[in-house]
């Protein structure tokens, strides 16, 4: 079993940053790929980012690409979003998850088992 707590979230003007936290605890992180998500309000929940195991490979949504830094430290067993030049439309619940099956399609939803219970960020213009 795979537990994950996000943090970070808050409030921030247009322009600003945050940056996420999604720790974790339970089975050997280190070997899981992860990935952030987020979902707005009526909406459904979207791919973010994502990082390879080791850490050495990245993948983004194109619309935050260049804003958006997806990194993990796995001796602390956490893994970071950091966030920068928010803007409205950035405004969500975001979420960390564990693919403890090494799915392919790491945009996907479906390929995530573990999930944290979610970060509200919110972006004011």
């Known amino acids: 079993q795979v537990q994950l707590v996000e943090s970070g979230g808050g409030l921030v003007q247009a322009g600003g940053s945050l940056r996420l936290s999604c720790t974790t605890s339970?089975?050997?992180?280190?070997?899981?790929?992860m990935g952030w998500f987020r979902q707005a309000p009526g909406k459904g929940r979207e791919f973010v980012a994502h990082?390879?195991?080791?850490?050495?490979?990245?993948h983004y949504r194109d619309s935050v690409k260049d804003r958006f830094t997806v990194s993990r430290d796995n001796a602390k067993n956490t893994v970071y979003l950091q966030t920068n030049n928010l803007k409205p439309e950035d405004t969500a619940i975001y979420y960390c998850?564990?693919?403890?099956?090494?799915?392919?399609?790491?945009?996907?939803?479906?390929?995530?088992?573990?999930w944290g219970q979610g970060t509200q960020v919110t972006v004011s213009t």
């Open positions: 990082i390879t195991s080791d850490g050495h490979n990245t």
């Open positions: 339970g089975r050997a992180f280190d070997n899981y790929p």
């Open positions: 998850a564990a693919n403890s099956h090494y799915f392919a399609n790491y945009d996907r939803v479906a390929s995530y088992d573990y």
